[in-house]
């Protein structure tokens, strides 16, 4: 057995930011202090290869993929898509979200498609 000293652990879960776009200005947030400048989409192939990546990594491996980030997931226009691609893992797939546009019909989009696990 190893001293303590020695003991390190990996992490969980990973955090993937989708975008930092959103519609809130929280106060405890960035967004609240207008911070953020340069807005813009995660590239669904970088994402694809950040899951690629993880998933084929014999070193770490996490037991949850959270999408979560200073901005809303659900505004990125391949969220679906993105979320899907997540279906090839073995992940628990969770949404951090303020709700807004976790509309009737995304919601039904969400369950058709077994997108997440966890919102």
Known sequence: MKNREDQFYLPSYVNIELTNHCNMKCIICPHGHNLIKNKGYMDFEVYK?????????S????????LVGVGESLLHPQFIDMANYLKKTNYIRDLV???????????????????LDII
């Open 59 to 66: 070193d770490f491996k996490p037991d949850r993929i959270n």
């Open 97 to 115: 979200t303020n709700a807004y546009f976790l509309t009737p019909d995304k919601s039904d989009e969400i369950i058709e498609n077994d997108a």
């Open 49 to 57: 290869k950040i899951i690629d990546e993880l998933w084929e990594c």
